[in-house]
């Protein structure tokens, strides 16, 4: 559950805006360096309600930049193309005529990387008037939603994360995607790191040191289960994760920028604005290996 409501902010203000996740921070202007206090706050903020949203920032690239890196090192995407002149953002850009949202299926970031990202850091360009909004998912509640007996039975668990599936990306590899002309963003030849890691099923976030079940689009099978076997689990805890009551959604703007807890969170990019324009740069922060 959201729990913002518990902390007293003193130098920014934040507006849950669902009981699951999610707030929105007024006096911040992010493209400038943060001072120490209202990093803090903003840290805090974001550890409590795991999304968070400022609008009206008048970003660029190098400020988009500059604000990651107020937050870590840069984690940079395996399979997606950078910006021209820019290695650490990715645009997401959908155009009228493209048939598919790249995106649009439950996932946490980079979850088959080692070391996958801890937050993304997205910005928005040019949206839809309405629609084309960033569900989220909260996966500290998946995990306490489940019963003592499933808890127990997942706990030494680990799954198999696949970067590059073609069961779990519509029944295309990204090349394959790439070369039909479908997605909303550019591949390219993957970076040299692993693109298959094993993580467990449940994970202690390494700053609330809270339970989050960490599933996702890209989690294959239970390592040492075959695929078959794992299957029916997977599907099981994706649907649990993802009941209504764990949701909340970003109304995107132009000038709107939303961070996220990929650690204790979910998002899925909805696909209901077709014919529409949209566009935004993504920055995607290092992350520690799941434990
Ligand atoms: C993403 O999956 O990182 C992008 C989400 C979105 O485009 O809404």
Known sequence: MNAASETAY?????SPIAGSLGAEIGGVDCTKPLDDEVFAEVHHAWLENIVIYFRNQDMNP????????????????????PVDGYPEITQIRKTPDMPRVSGNAWHTDQHYRDKPAKMTILFCYECPEYGGD??????YDAYNGLSDGMKRDIASLFGVANGDS?????????????AAGFGTIKQMKPLAVNTIASHPLVRTHPET?????????????????????????LQFLLRHATKPDYIGRIRWKPGTLTIWDNRCALHYATDDYPGQY???????????KPF
């Not at 003193?10 to 934040?14: A, E, M, S, Y």
């Not at 190098?62 to 193309?81: S, T, Y």
């Not at 960033?134 to 996966?139: E, R, V």
Request: glycine fraction near 6%; proline fraction near 1%; include cysteine.
């Open 10 to 14: 003193k130098r920014i203000t934040v």
């Open 62 to 81: 190098e400020k988009q930049i500059a604000f990651a890196k107020q937050w870590g090192d840069v984690h940079l995407h395996a399979f997606n193309r």
């Open 134 to 139: 960033t569900q989220f998912a909260n996966l």
């Open 166 to 178: 073609r069961k779990h990306q519509s029944g295309y590899t990204r090349a394959e995607r790439e």
């Open 209 to 233: 040191k809270r339970k989050a079940l960490y599933i996702g689009k890209h989690m294959e099978c239970i390592e040492g289960w075959t695929e078959e076997e794992s299957y029916p689990l």
């Open 278 to 288: 949209r566009r935004l740069h993504k920055i995607m922060v290092q992350g520690d």
